[in-house]
T-cell receptor, first 112, second 116 residues
């Protein structure tokens, strides 16, 4: 069975400060992990993905995530938040089945 | 290359009406999915398909039906609409969800459905 837990439903940061969005996963298989971003009233866009290659994954717009098997975590980070980063972020796990399992999302607010 | 195209973008239904949400992809992906998104609940899988002629239920299939007669199209049918089906619906596709290099999901822009 697979599951994913996003540990924070809301995160607020000031513009120019670091962003940390936390994601823990559970998987009976070797997982593939993804982060998606959804801006208001828009579809979902892929930020980055991990698929058994390098554990530190770089994505678009300066985001990166580190796969830590021992901690079953895949936290999303960005060194410096921008106003345009305000959105909802979803952590997703897949692998071994045809299904992708979504977390409940983290809403990121960026304060000026 | 249009990616995943969903129609309509918005629709209001009366209780008991039926409708079909259309989804088409031009990436030759075998795997296609329908999700619904309710506020604060993330995305829930309604139905999925691993190829033409093959469909299966997801987490929340009740009140919905699908068909997959071609690789490109994966319509979602709502029968006897109920207020509980008010939601945003997303269609997605991928090339390889379970192999070594799991492909990412490509999403349509969503269909916002209101049942009154």
């Amino acid at each position: 069975a697979q599951s994913v837990t996003q540990l924070d439903s809301h995160v607020s940061v000031s513009e120019g400060t670091p962003v940390l969005l936390r994601c823990n996963y559970s998987s009976s298989y070797s997982p593939s992990l993804f982060w998606y971003v959804q801006h208001p009233n828009k579809g979902l866009q892929l930020l980055l993905k991990y698929t058994s290659a390098a554990t530190l994954v770089k994505g678009i717009n300066g985001f990166e995530a580190e796969f830590k098997k021992s901690e079953t975590s895949f936290h999303l980070t960005k060194p410096s938040a921008h106003m345009s980063d305000a959105a909802e972020y979803f952590c997703v796990v897949s692998g071994g089945t045809y299904k992708y399992i979504f977390g409940t999302g983290t809403r990121l607010k960026v304060l000026a | 290359n249009a990616g995943v195209t969903q129609t309509p973008k918005f629709r209001i239904l009366k209780i008991g009406q039926s409708m079909t949400l259309q989804c088409a992809q031009d990436m030759n992906h075998n795997y296609m999915y329908w999700y619904r998104q309710d506020p604060g609940m993330g995305l829930k899988l309604i139905y999925y398909s691993v190829g033409a002629g093959i469909t299966d239920k997801g987490e929340v299939p009740n009140g919905y039906n699908v068909s997959r007669s071609t690789t490109e199209d994966f319509p979602l049918r709502l029968e006897l609409a109920a207020p509980s089906q008010t939601s945003v619906y997303f269609c997605a596709s991928s090339y390889s969800p379970a192999s070594y290099d799991t492909g990412e999901l490509f999403f349509g822009e969503g269909s916002r459905l209101t049942v009154l």
